[in-house]
């Protein structure tokens, strides 16, 4: 069954540092574009971080410019979000998915809800 798993996450300080990572599983990740995305109780879905099948163009969300870092290791079918520098208002349920036919910026326009798959979620929490 071609399904993402997720798994990182957790309870950081501000300023503290989390690795995510989504693993592919029944498919190969080299066919997609990548997404991640968070969601705060109460908020819309948002794209924070996006690459292209290609890997030639990554698109952030100006909130995480700077502090986020998207990468994928294709030979492991695996996508990370490396957070540094973590703040407050970063703490939601983060979300990875992958499609076929988007290039990087309309992969992270939440505005539009399909994807080919998406992963079950992992929770961040940034708490003094």
């Known amino acids: 069954q071609a399904q993402l798993v997720q798994s990182g996450g957790g309870l950081v300080q501000p300023g503290g540092s989390l690795r995510l990572s989504c693993e592919a599983s029944g498919f190969s990740l080299d066919l997609y574009a990548i997404g991640w995305f968070r969601q705060a109780p109460g908020k819309e879905r948002e794209g924070v971080a996006c690459?292209?099948?290609?890997?030639?163009?990554?698109y952030y969300a100006e909130s995480v410019k700077g502090r986020f870092t998207l990468s994928r290791n294709n030979a492991k079918a695996t996508a990370f979000l490396e957070m540094d520098n973590l703040r407050p208002e970063d703490t939601a349920t983060y979300l990875c998915a992958v499609d076929a036919t988007r290039t990087a910026q309309s992969m992270c326009d939440a505005s539009d809800p399909y994807r080919s798959k998406w992963g079950e979620g992992t929770l961040v929490g940034v708490f003094s």
């Open positions: 690459i292209s099948r290609d890997d030639a163009n990554v």
